[in-house]
């Protein structure tokens, strides 16, 4: 089956440190991944995408997506986390579906959690 | 521009009874989404339309559970009877169309509380 895995439920890193939050794909042919973010009592926001080219994607809120064709997968990055990065992190790929169509499917999420 | 719009935000029903949920998706967006959302869990699919086509619904539990999207623009979600199993948050997203690399934009949700 068609799916991403988010290995790790929650992430903990200082304030001004790196941070990773991971992902792993299966699909069959060109993956493409997306990457949301939610905040507490509110719906999930887009923070990036990573369709073909160059392995190391920007998206919004300075955060980046690092693609690994051979390990097969996209890791969230950002160089200097913050307190309010703080929220839960989504990856999702469209599978096939009928008639031509993709159907997004989502990871667990992981929990990522800066600390002051 | 407007995003995805969802009300209420907030719902707390005895089992048994009814309940509606209402969203308008970001204007021009052909594809809309109900996701069902349980704590700590990423976003299950429920039924998914083109304009007004409902071309995926192979997840919706379709004894109690029933959608609608007339005109091909807002959309309801409606449960009957609710069942305690059934607390959870109920997301509504849509996208220009439902090629692989569109992207999803989501509403704020409504939380559903089940007594």
């Known amino acids: 089956a068609q799916s991403v895995a988010q290995p790790e439920d929650q992430v903990n890193v200082a304030e001004g440190n790196p941070l990773t939050v991971k992902c792993t794909y299966s699909v069959s042919g060109n993956p493409y991944l997306f990457w949301y973010v939610q905040y507490p009592n509110r719906g999930l926001q887009f923070l990036l995408k990573?369709?073909?080219?160059?392995?190391l994607v920007k998206g919004s809120y300075g955060f980046e997506a690092e693609f690994n064709k051979s390990q097969t997968s996209v890791h969230l990055i950002k160089p200097s986390a913050l307190v309010s990065d703080s929220a839960l992190y989504f990856c999702?790929?469209?599978?096939?579906?009928?008639?031509?169509?993709?159907?997004?499917?989502f990871g667990r999420g992981t929990s990522l959690i800066v600390h002051p | 521009e407007a995003g995805v719009v969802q009300s209420p935000r907030y719902k707390i029903i005895e089992k048994k009874q009814p309940v509606a949920f209402w969203c308008n998706p970001i204007s021009g967006h052909n594809t809309l989404y109900w996701y069902l959302q349980n704590l700590g869990q990423g976003p299950e699919l429920l039924i998914r339309y083109e304009n007004e086509e409902a071309v995926d619904d192979s997840q919706l539990p379709k004894d109690r559970f029933s959608a609608e999207r007339l005109k091909g623009v807002d959309s309801t979600l409606k449960i009957q009877p609710a069942e305690l199993g059934d607390s959870a948050v109920y997301l509504c997203a849509s996208s220009p169309g439902q090629g692989r690399t569109d992207t999803q934009y989501f509403g704020p949700g409504t939380r559903l509380t089940v007594l």
């Open positions: 990573y369709i073909t080219g160059d392995n």
């Open positions: 999702a790929v469209r599978v096939p579906a009928s008639g031509g169509s993709y159907i997004p499917t």
